[in-house]
């Protein structure tokens, strides 16, 4: 065998690698993700779509209830509460950034993209940890847009013809706040989910399963138990941190069910952190 | 440099990579070669940290690649040409990749400069053609001016001006004095853009020698020789032990006896040639009989090869 030797051209120069602090390298990926985030055209729609339903919902059924005015049941005018009804296009709009959040981590498995993701950041936790920071960042602003239009169109028709609320009465700005957060939060249950399932479809199903679908599903079971376990689903845990008034005795208390809405987002956080760094990507 | 060291990776009751070990060294091309589904790609994930080993271990620079914070400084990888979110332009992917590893902004104009993409920079790359997409894995993969480059199949989908640029580019890196690690299936490609090749097939190393050695390994590497007696010289090859395809009508083709020796055999018998050439196997061909039954050439080649790495 005749092996011909290989010339190596003369070492290169050593480079002067950066040795970033753990703040530094959260702080590139926070920039990072902000960047994926708003370059993508579904993004904006999302965004769109969401602040449309809450205020254009919220403006829909006022407009309706303003119409019917005189025509109310006692049970309707009792216990009325201008402020979270005005916000009432939540329950729709939070589909959308449901899925915006699902769409966060599970369209980089779709389009294969995760591999440039993780090959530049290997630090996974961080990777999630920052698409979660941007994300929440993005969604509550977005989200206190959508409220705080939503509750001033809302009261501007409502107060034709019912009493309405103001910004300085107790609790409004609460729900107005917690009506933003809400949304938030949900979109991080979504960026879970999709750390968890990856497939997009997958992780869609499973959020309105989880936000629709498992609370009519509780009704089925006789009481108490329909209130016993319905009273700790999500969508009912959460809703009344955008309402304000006195909660149903059935149900948790404004602050314990907020908490508990707030836990499966964190539950599915740390599930899908696990898994996104034990996996292969 | 890349160190794997004894890796292996387990799908289920598939071994993918079975022990492989091998070394890239710096300032050369390294080809590696193996047919589909031998297990480049899943070796290659390996190196950067997506897929992590059933056993052993993969170094490159010294350390394992999970230990860095901006790994796009030094070690710069083109995984698939489509690990890239089709809605986001070519420049916004490369932005949040410079961002994300504190790379100058600058750099991103440059890369899609040097890969000929600057004019669609701001098209969404959705909208590529896969040779298009190969180039803006390239320019991702140059991003971080790493001193390790890991390029698997980049040449799929190119055109041949753009196989060409892609040769020249790579050995203008490794010129450079960088580590350049290539994937292939293509033998011809990997002939002209290499100097050194691991082969693998069923995830087990089967050469890791340089391209002229694989050649030089290859058994179907014969002699042509023409003769007016090729009666005579076929019986006296034969008691050489050689072996004769003969050619009509006075051509032999002759195995296992080397070219000097059939020279001074024909000599001495007083046999008149016309013509004795080496017909040297092509590295496809080398290749082609290497993954025929990898476990002969496992022990043919690699040992030298090892002891030199």
Redesign the interface.
């Known amino acids: ?4 030797p ?1 010339v ?5 120069p050593a ?1 002067v ?4 602090s753990a703040l ?2 959260f702080g ?2 926070v ?3 902000w ?2 985030l708003r ?4 993004t904006m729609w999302s965004l769109l779509v969401t602040v449309a339903l809450v205020v254009g919902l919220g403006a829909l059924f006022c407009a309706a209830r303003v119409a019917r005015a005189d025509r109310l049941d006692a049970g309707e005018l009792r216990n009325f509460d201008p402020t979270g009804f005005s916000m009432n296009g939540i329950f729709l709009a939070q589909l959308a950034i449901g899925v915006l959040g699902v769409l966060v981590i599970s ?2 498995y779709a ?13 996974r936790l961080v990777v999630l940890a920052g698409k979660v920071v941007v994300f929440l960042g993005v969604a509550f602003t977005v989200g206190l847009v959508a409220c705080g239009t939503a509750f001033v169109v809302g009261q501007s028709i409502l107060s034709q013809k019912f009493a309405t609320a103001s910004f300085g009465d107790p609790g409004v700005l609460r729900a107005v706040l917690g009506g933003a957060t809400y949304l938030a939060v949900l979109g991080a249950l979504g960026i879970g989910l999709g750390a968890i399932l990856r497939r997009p479809a997958g992780a869609i199903a499973a959020l309105v399963g989880l936000l629709l679908v498992l609370p009519i599903l509780s009704n089925f079971l006789p009481s108490p138990w329909n209130d016993d376990i319905g009273k700790y689903l999500p969508l009912r845990a959460g809703n009344p941190i955008f309402h304000t008034g006195a909660v149903d005795s059935t149900d948790l208390s404004r602050g314990v069910g907020f908490v508990v809405f707030c836990a499966y987002a964190v539950v599915a956080l740390v599930v899908g952190a696990v898994f996104l760094d034990r996996r ?2 | 440099m890349i160190e794997a060291e004894a890796v292996s990776k387990r799908y289920g009751s598939t071994l993918a990579v079975d022990s492989l070990s091998f070394t890239v ?4 091309v390294t080809g590696f070669l193996g047919p589909n589904g031998a297990g480049k790609s899943t070796t290659m ?1 390996m190196i ?5 080993p059933t056993s052993g271990g993969v170094r490159v620079g010294g350390r394992p ?10 070690v710069g ?1 083109l ?2 040409a ?8 070519a420049r ?2 490369l ?3 410079a ?4 790379i100058a902004r600058r750099r991103v104009d440059a890369v899609l400069e040097q890969v000929g993409l600057a004019s669609v920079a701001k098209k969404r790359a959705g909208t590529f053609s896969l040779g298009m997409s190969q180039r803006l894995g390239i320019a ?1 993969a140059l991003l971080g ?1 790493p ?1 390790v480059l890991l390029l698997d199949e980049p040449v799929n989908g190119l055109d041949p001006e753009g196989i060409r640029w892609v040769r020249e580019l790579l050995r203008s890196l ?5 580590t350049v690690f290539v994937s292939s299936h293509l033998m011809s490609e990997m002939a002209l853009t290499a ?2 090749l691991i082969v693998i097939g069923q995830g087990r190393l089967i050469a890791d ?2 391209v ?2 694989v050649i ?2 290859a058994s179907s590497n014969r002699v042509r020789v023409a003769t007016a007696e090729p009666a005579r010289l076929q019986s006296l090859i034969e008691s050489m032990g050689g072996k004769v395809e003969t050619a009509p009508p006075e051509e032999l083709l002759i195995s296992g006896v080397e070219c000097r020796d059939v020279g001074i055999a024909a000599a001495r018998a007083a046999i008149t040639l016309y013509e004795l050439t080496k017909v040297e196997a092509s590295l496809e061909e080398a290749f082609m009989e290497m993954t025929r039954d990898s476990s002969q050439y496992h022990a043919g080649i690699a040992p ?1 090869a090892m002891a ?1 790495a």
């Open positions: 065998m005749n092996a011909t290989e190596l051209p003369a070492p290169r480079k690698l950066p040795e970033p530094a390298l590139s990926v920039r990072a993700e960047t994926k370059s993508v055209r579904s369209s980089e389009t294969g993209q995760i591999g440039s993701t993780l090959a530049a950041t290997p630090q292969d990507a | 060294r710096d300032g050369c994930r950067v940290g997506l897929d992590a690649y999970r230990d860095r914070r901006f790994p796009l400084h030094e990888a995984l698939e489509k690990t890239v979110h089709p809605g986001r332009s916004n992917h932005r949040w990749l961002e994300s590893n504190g991702a001016d001193e490794a010129g450079e004095g960088r100097d050194h020698a340089s002229a050695e030089a390994q030298t030199g």
